[in-house]
Every structure is written in C-alpha cells, then in structure tokens.
Nanobody, 129 residues
Framework: QVQVVESGGGLVQPGGSLRLSCVASGFTFSNFTMSWVRQPPGKGLEWVSDINRSGGTTYYKDSVKGRFTISRDNAKNTVYLQMNSLKPEDTAVYYC??????????????????????WGQGTRVTVSS
C-alpha cells in the first residue's frame, strides 16, 4: 500500500531555511504528481505545492511563491520542499501526498472528489524567534 515518510522539519528563526523530504513507497512513484500540504496549529489542511511526474511543472500556493521550491528525484522515490525566507505563518505540520490534492477544512481531495487518506506522520516546522 501507499506509504510516505516525511522528514526535515524543525525549529527555525524567521528568515531561515529548511528542506523537507518525503520518501514514498508502495506505488510507481514516477507515474504520479506529488503534493505537499500543511496544517497550521488549530487550522485545517492547506495545499502548498505540487509537482508533475517528470518534475517539469510545479504549482505553488500564492503565499509561498518565490520562497518555496518543490522538486523530485524519481530514482530515489523522493519529493522535496526547499523552504527559504521562512515566516511565522509557515508554522505547521507538513505532509506529502500522492497525486494532485486540493484541501478544504480537515480533508484533502483527489480529482473526482475522493477524500485522500494515505497520509504519513508529517514533519513539524516551527518558525519562531
């Protein structure tokens, strides 16, 4: 079955950087778009970014454009999120997901409206001085 393991989170000062990684297994990684979503404290899930199968097309939430970069290494079944110029409002638990996801409230959805459920444990990012 689908398994993802996120890592790379931590405590960082405003303006700092972190690189998140997500190692996936249980499916043919190179055949799927991959997404990053996050859940700020006390709030719902929000989509952050996604990347197509080849890595040639990427999309970002407006508030992270120019600061975050998503990438992937299909040979390593890994998707990354490089986060620069971090702000306190980036504080959240970050999750990666298989396929393009869109989020609303406490759930994220696949195309067709199916609720996405193959979450990992996430990695916590705290931006604070």
């Amino acid at each position: 079955q689908v398994q993802v393991v996120e890592s790379g989170g931590g405590l960082v000062q405003p303006g700092g950087s972190l690189r998140l990684s997500c190692v996936a297994s249980g499916f043919t990684f190179s055949n799927f778009t991959m997404s990053w979503v996050r859940q700020p404290p006390g709030k719902g899930l929000e989509w952050v970014s996604d990347i197509n199968r080849s890595g040639g097309t990427t999309y970002y939430k407006d508030s992270v454009k120019g600061r975050f970069t998503i990438s992937r290494d299909n040979a390593k079944n890994t998707v990354y999120l490089q986060m620069n110029s971090l702000k306190p409002e980036d504080t959240a638990v970050y999750y990666c997901g298989k396929e393009q996801l869109r989020c609303n409230g406490d759930a994220c959805y696949l195309a067709g409206g199916y609720v996405y459920r193959d979450w990992g444990q996430g990695t916590r990012v705290t931006v604070s001085s």
